[in-house]
């Protein structure tokens, strides 16, 4: 990426289910033990599926830079349950380390919590690694409080972890 591209906004749109090859990669090529939960997967092939019954298109945003795919964000209901229909949650932020420190993350953000107002949610959660200092520092300076820890909730890449749940009223 350019240092022209990080100065831009990013431009916020929502994925189509063409883009699930380009997500797959993403996803692949971001994958750290600072985020993720599960074993790195192998990189993506020709049949590699990224969209299923739990992961349509529409529920995700992607963030593109001078036109090149950089993050996403995965707003969805956290059950199917009627009685909290009015709860979205993050599951999933993802930006190239390439385009880190230049305001994607945080525009992805808002753009789920603008999301999440336009359909009539009242809160917007998510979990985030305890050890994850800079993804807690970005939901922090957005407004999420911490609501609810896990001690050690998760063993990686050779440490306990906890899990730390957020939440925003909107």
Known sequence: MSSAAAALRPVIRT???TDGPALAELDHRCWSWLSDVRERSAPPGPDTVFFDERHQSEDYQLALLDGELVGYIRLV?????????????IQGLVVDPSARRCGV????????VTRARRIGARRVTLRVLGHNAPARALYTSLGFAVEG?????????GKYVDDVSMGLTL
């Open 149 to 157: 820890l896990a001690p050690d909730e998760f063993y990686l890449d």
């Open 15 to 17: 994925a189509e289910p």
């Open 105 to 112: 993350g945080r525009t992805l953000v808002e753009a789920a």
């Open 77 to 89: 209901r956290p059950t199917s349950l009627l009685s909290n229909a009015h709860i979205r949650m």
